[in-house]
T-cell receptor, first 110, second 112 residues
């Protein structure tokens, strides 16, 4: 069983606010990922990291940014939230070929 | 590029077997996964198979891979109401970033 955590689980915030979604894992995994899950339930990769100080954009364009200063943490930041950012954000980490997911953050921007 | 497709909905009666199907397009060495997502939750890794295998069984779950047709299936034996969820098929390449490409998910509804 994997230990990967995301906070907050739910967030309702007004347009223009800056937000940071937290993701942490205690397994020492080098690879970490952020996926966005839209209302049609399909997941798309928006960011990934090979390790500390290594981040790359994913397949789906996103206005969010990420950082990887420590192995355990992979936070995602939106500088100015908009209603189009309303979605579920899922963080994952992997070792070899098993990728484990956190519980997700459901973000609503009003 | 990678592309994964699944049917959207499956309804079965409790105690029957469920078979969820998936097709993928990438011809490289790849891992293929099945994840389960319950309402309001993240994704739970159920099982995975490497593309050089034909079958993998784990308790009530059986994964079958037809490499020629690029077809993957998940069979759940003796389906229970607790199996009601959305099931995602996904693939990742053997090398590189190993990010997952997901299908759109199959909603399994188990009737009591």
């Amino acid at each position: 069983e994997a230990d990967i955590y995301q906070t907050p689980r739910y967030l309702v915030i007004g347009t223009g606010k800056k937000i940071t979604l937290e993701c942490s894992q205690t397994m020492g995994h080098d690879k970490m990922y952020w996926y966005q899950q839209d209302p049609g339930m399909e997941l798309h990769l928006i960011h990934y990291s090979y390790g500390v100080n290594s981040t790359e954009k994913g397949d789906l364009s996103s206005e969010s940014t990420v950082s990887r200063i420590r192995t355990e943490h992979f936070p995602l930041t939106l500088e100015s939230a908009r209603p189009s950012h309303t979605s579920q954000y899922l963080c994952a980490s992997s070792e070899e070929h098993e990728q484990y997911f956190g519980p997700g953050t459901r973000l609503t921007v009003t | 590029g990678e592309d994964v497709e699944q049917s959207l909905f499956l309804s079965v009666r409790e105690g029957d077997s469920s078979v969820i199907n998936c097709t993928y397009t990438d011809s490289s060495s790849t891992y293929l996964y099945w994840y389960k997502q319950e309402p309001g939750a993240g994704l739970q890794l159920l099982t995975y198979i490497f593309s050089n295998m034909d079958m993998k069984q784990d308790q009530r779950l059986t994964v079958l891979l037809n490499k020629k047709d690029k077809h993957l299936s998940l069979r759940i034996a003796d389906t229970q109401t607790g199996d009601s969820a959305i099931y995602f098929c996904a693939e990742s390449l053997f090398t590189g970033r190993r990010a997952l490409t997901f299908g759109s998910g199959t909603r399994l509804q188990v009737q009591p």
